[in-house]
């Protein structure tokens, strides 16, 4: 079993930026993709972003290239959301996830099988 905690969320205005940090404990940290998700009220849960274990492949959803930014640092087993330019419409709660399989990532909400509790992220006009 692997435990994520998701931090760094808060109330921004708009254009401003935030770091997300997700903390992975528990089982074997290594070789997994990582993702993050949102959601807002109402919605369905939507993919952001995603890394391979190495950090050398990443994937973002297409209405969000060039302001998000995902990382990840292994000797910490924390994985970063870099969100600027922030924008109304990017208010929701934001979670962490870890591939259900090893040496790939995806971009499905299925195929990732622990999830951090998430982080609020709130972005005022």
């Known amino acids: 079993q692997v435990q994520l905690v998701e931090s760094g969320g808060g109330l921004v205005q708009a254009g401003d930026s935030l770091r997300l940090s997700c903390a992975a404990s528990g089982r074997t940290f290594s070789g997994y993709g990582m993702g993050w998700f949102r959601q807002a009220p109402g919605k369905e849960r939507e993919f952001v972003a995603a890394i391979t274990w190495t950090g050398s492949s990443t994937q973002y959803a297409d209405s969000l290239k060039g302001r998000f930014t995902i990382s990840r640092d292994n000797t910490k087993r924390t994985v970063y959301l870099q969100m600027n330019s922030l924008k109304p419409e990017d208010t929701a709660v934001y979670y962490c996830?870890?591939?259900?399989?090893?040496?790939?990532?995806?971009?499905?909400?299925?195929?990732?099988?622990?999830w951090g509790q998430g982080t609020q992220v709130t972005v005022s006009s």
């Open positions: 996830a870890i591939d259900r399989r090893p040496y790939r990532f995806t971009t499905i909400v299925e195929e990732y099988d622990y």
